[in-house]
């Protein structure tokens, strides 16, 4: 009898041993040694993305990809690869986008994407810091004389299918008591052309992403100023990355580079003057970002993160701080970051880094 429950009990023992060891196992992506290895070790960042919001993700006719998230997934790969250029880029659909990323098919989001509780719990993904403090709102025909949401009662709405817009607009029209048709849609160019076809009266996404459509809008369907985009925002929207859940030092690391991206705004170092603050740093605080020996020599602490402390450098030499990122992308579309939650803490914003200490 002992014999038997010996037996009985090594070979749970050892099959125990052999499922943790699966566990463990590298699972072809060098996801056993942690996705930072993973991406290192491939030499490219697979960066998830928009491919149809100019300024924020977009195709250019050329094949590449320009706009504020792009940009982002360019300092995530400067940081670890040490080469901004160093990304794959692939489009996804609002739709798509979350089992792309627990599927592990991209290491990160980057695609105008709310953080929400279902998200960061159901969806399994983990979101940084946010990059870009949006809301929801509506965009009409300007011929249409619709000021408000108010006037909206027993029309068709245009609404991208998978997205927090579509509970987001549910909730406002039953606030308000106002009946209307909701028109979903996969993709943003579908949408689009249903709208110029009338066969909705309303747009309605993130207001960013309203206005950049909006500055995009041919000739043809009337230009940009046949378009109206009303005043009220009726929704919170925190934009930024996420990474999939389950790897903390990979979560880290892109953590780290936007709140660095954000920190060098706040210290005023960017791409025009890093090489001057590398060699003679104005602070302890832009020697710390910096990861440079402060005055008198004293070695600063490595943080740790997983990547060489000097991360920050190559990526305000290849892309720029917040501010430059910015300016870049949003400004042009009509967005000035003045007097929006995406200016600085200091300038009366909401954007805010923690120290790098």
């Avoid at 360019?74 to 627990?102: C, H, K, Q, T, W």
């Avoid at 997205?163 to 689009?192: Q, V």
């Avoid at 997983?306 to 870049?328: A, H, I, K, P, S």
């Amino acid at each position: 009898m002992r014999t038997s429950l010996l037996w009985r009990y090594s070979v749970l023992a050892v099959a125990m041993v052999g499922l943790l060891g699966l566990a463990c196992e590298d699972n072809g992506d060098g996801e056993g040694s942690g996705k930072l290895q993973a991406v290192i070790d491939r030499g490219e960042l697979r960066c998830g993305v928009n491919d149809g919001v100019p300024g924020f993700g977009f195709l250019e006719p050329d094949g590449s990809f320009s706009g504020f998230d792009v940009d982002f997934c360019r300092a995530v790969a400067a940081a670890v690869l040490g080469d901004a250029e160093a990304v794959e880029y692939i489009p996804l659909s609002a739709g798509a986008r979350f089992d792309a990323l627990v599927q592990d098919e991209i290491d990160v989001l980057i695609r105008n994407t709310t953080w929400t509780a279902e998200r960061d719990g159901a969806q399994g993904a983990a979101f940084t810091l946010t990059t870009f403090y949006d809301g929801q709102g509506m965009m009409v025909r300007s011929e249409s004389g619709i000021t408000s949401i108010d006037d909206m009662e027993g029309i068709t709405v245009c609404v991208l299918r998978g997205t927090t817009t579509e509970g987001n607009l549910e909730d406002r029209f039953a606030l308000g008591g106002i009946s209307y048709t909701p028109l979903a849609f996969e993709d943003l160019d579908t949408l689009e052309a249903a709208f110029r076809e009338e066969r909705c009266d309303g747009w309605t996404s993130d207001q960013s992403q309203l206005a950049a459509r909006r500055s995009s809008y041919p000739a043809e369907a009337g230009g940009p100023d046949s378009l109206t985009v009303l005043s009220e925002v009726f929704s919170k929207e925190p934009l930024g990355p996420a990474v999939r859940d389950g790897d903390d030092e990979w979560f880290d690391v892109v953590n780290w580079v936007v709140i660095g991206m954000i920190q060098a705004d706040e210290l005023g170092v960017g791409s025009d003057n890093v090489e001057e603050q590398i060699s003679e740093p104005s602070s302890i605080d832009v020697a710390r970002l910096l990861g440079v020996p402060w005055e008198g020599g004293e070695d600063l602490p490595d943080f740790a993160l997983g990547v060489d402390r000097t991360f920050m450098q190559e990526v305000l030499r290849q892309v720029g701080n917040y501010d430059e990122v910015y300016e870049r992308n949003i400004v042009p579309l009509g967005i000035p970051r003045e007097g929006t939650l995406n200016a600085s803490w200091r300038e009366g914003g909401i954007l805010y880094a923690p120290p790098m200490r």
